[in-house]
């Protein structure tokens, strides 16, 4: 007979899962492996809600393998650990994102970049060494090779830093790659969403100029009072945007649907840089005149690798560098997915898992 999820490991998990493209979330059995030699057993605390949790649950990106239990934000206490494990101890606070596995020797492996290796494997959604299916984090436990499991810094809060792990590295790793640090400089982010109020805390960090570019105007006392961005570019309002052209140096575009391109490259300096992190469900349309006549560079990025965000966590524990977060109950999954589908968020929703994830 074949095995189901609550069937295939011998240790039992309970989660929430979505099971068809309504994306809708419920209570969900399944199991996880034993511990191999290198595995860590983690308990979870908290998880972080990324809108891409939100694109997998509903299947707008077409490969979604349901059911699906999405969360790639963890953070938990390590539970119990292999016979080979020598960087964790139980009791130790840890995290764990968007990776769970990579084949840890090809070349890409080799430079620390296991986020773009081609045997990576994802925290869900999926699929795992031994064929089975990878859960996420809105669930009770995890299992996790040791190489892809964070050392959580001991001053950053374990609910406003679960969104660093996803959202964080996301928005870190491409400033530094393509050299968006340099103090002065002038940053655009735009959305205003888990992973552009994140970019706002660390262009101030690095020392930029930091402007919002958003299409909603209530965000404007928030983003500029508590976030510490020095200013607000509503795109709807045409004579601000004209004033903003040819202003910044770079740009990063962290918004989750189709949207034109053209405007944001316009507001770019001569050289300057355009970087998409979101992950839209279709293409977008990029226009090559304005970027040839203004040797302009328009890239991508995805995430990061171990060391990078591990380097990432204690920058943001250096600066006090958090997510603003809602904290919300596992039963709540539903409305608040419903709001961050439609921009309604502030500016992260966390799950506390441990306190709310009761099994039936
Ligand atoms: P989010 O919290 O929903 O924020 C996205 C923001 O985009 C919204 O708050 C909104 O900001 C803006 N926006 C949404 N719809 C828009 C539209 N139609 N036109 C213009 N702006 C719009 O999402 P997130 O968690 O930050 O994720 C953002 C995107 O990055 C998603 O596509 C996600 O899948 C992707 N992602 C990529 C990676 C990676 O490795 N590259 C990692 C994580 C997430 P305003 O209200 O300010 O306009
Ligand atoms: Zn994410």
Redesign the pocket.
């Known amino acids: 007979m074949a095995k189901t999820p609550e069937t295939e490991h011998p240790q039992k998990a309970f989660g929430w899962a979505a099971r068809d493209a309504s994306g809708s979330l419920s209570p969900f059995n399944f199991s996880r492996r034993e511990l191999g030699s290198e595995d860590v057993l983690i308990k979870i605390l908290y998880c972080g809600v990324?809108?891409?949790d939100l694109?997998a649950a509903k299947n707008e990106w077409g490969f979604t393998n349901y059911p699906i239990v999405p969360g790639h934000e963890i953070v938990g206490l390590v539970t119990k650990t292999g016979s080979s494990v020598q960087k964790f101890q139980v009791g130790d606070q840890v995290g764990v994102g968007?990776i769970v596995g990579s084949c840890k020797t090809c070349d890409i492996c080799q430079q620390d970049l296991e986020n773009y290796c081609p045997k990576v494997i994802s925290t869900y959604n999926s699929k795992d060494q031994d064929g089975t299916k990878t859960y996420g984090g809105y669930s009770d436990i995890v299992v996790v090779d040791q190489r892809f499991v964070l050392r959580f810094p001991d001053n950053l809060p374990a609910d406003a830093g679960a969104p660093l792990l996803?959202?964080g590295i996301?928005v870190y790793s491409p400033m530094k790659y393509y050299g968006m640090t340099e103090p002065g400089k002038h940053l655009g982010v735009a959305?205003?969403?888990?992973?552009?109020h994140v970019a706002v805390k660390l262009g101030k960090a690095f020392g930029l100029k930091v402007t919002?570019i958003?299409?909603?105007p209530k965000?404007e006392v928030e983003a500029i009072d508590r976030l510490g961005a020095d200013s607000f570019l509503l795109?709807s309002d045409p004579e601000k945007f004209k004033a903003a052209i040819g202003s910044m140096d770079y740009i990063i575009d962290?918004?989750?649907?189709?949207?034109p391109l053209a405007p944001l490259v316009s507001l770019l300096k001569i050289n300057g840089k355009l970087i998409t992190?979101?992950?839209?469900d279709k293409p977008l349309e990029l226009p090559i005149f304005p970027l040839v006549l203004g040797r302009k560079l328009v890239g991508g990025?995805?995430?990061g690798g171990m060391k990078e965000t591990q380097e990432m966590l204690e920058f943001c524990a250096k600066h006090n560098i958090a997510a603003d977060i809602e904290l919300i109950r596992m039963d709540q999954i539903n409305s608040a997915m419903e709001r961050?589908a439609k921009?309604d968020?502030r500016?992260?929703f966390v799950v506390d898992v441990a306190n709310s994830l009761a099994s039936p």
């Open positions: 990324c809108h891409s694109h968007v996803c959202a996301t959305g205003l969403g888990g992973l552009g919002v958003s299409t909603s965000k795109s962290t918004i989750a649907a189709v949207h992190v979101g992950l839209p990025s995805e995430i961050l921009s968020v500016y992260r």
